[in-house]
């Protein structure tokens, strides 16, 4: 009903991962796998920075509200 209303459908949490994961490589030519996997890594490496970020961020946090000792 979403669609109807012209509201974007939401899909739950990991949908995209999921999906990626169920398809059949076998129907991808070399050429297409190898460019699978550079998009693949350039995934990680910004998955990564993000993380990185936020366990700087709680770093942070802790740092600030941490007891005096």
């Given at each position: 009903?979403?669609e109807?209303?012209?509201?974007?459908?939401?899909?739950?949490?990991?949908?995209?991962?999921?999906?990626?994961?169920?398809?059949?490589?076998?129907?991808?030519?070399?050429?297409?796998?190898?460019?699978?996997?550079?998009?693949l890594?350039?995934?990680?490496?910004?998955?990564?920075?993000?993380?990185?970020?936020?366990?700087?961020?709680?770093?942070?946090?802790?740092?600030?509200?941490?007891?005096?000792?």
């Amino acid at each position: 009903m979403a669609e109807e209303d012209g509201e974007p459908v939401r899909r739950p949490r990991r949908w995209a991962l999921t999906e990626l994961v169920r398809e059949d490589l076998e129907l991808h030519a070399a050429a297409d796998l190898e460019d699978r996997i550079e998009a693949l890594e350039a995934e990680i490496r910004r998955t990564q920075a993000q993380l990185d970020r936020k366990r700087a961020g709680r770093a942070a946090a802790d740092a600030f509200f941490a007891k005096p000792s």
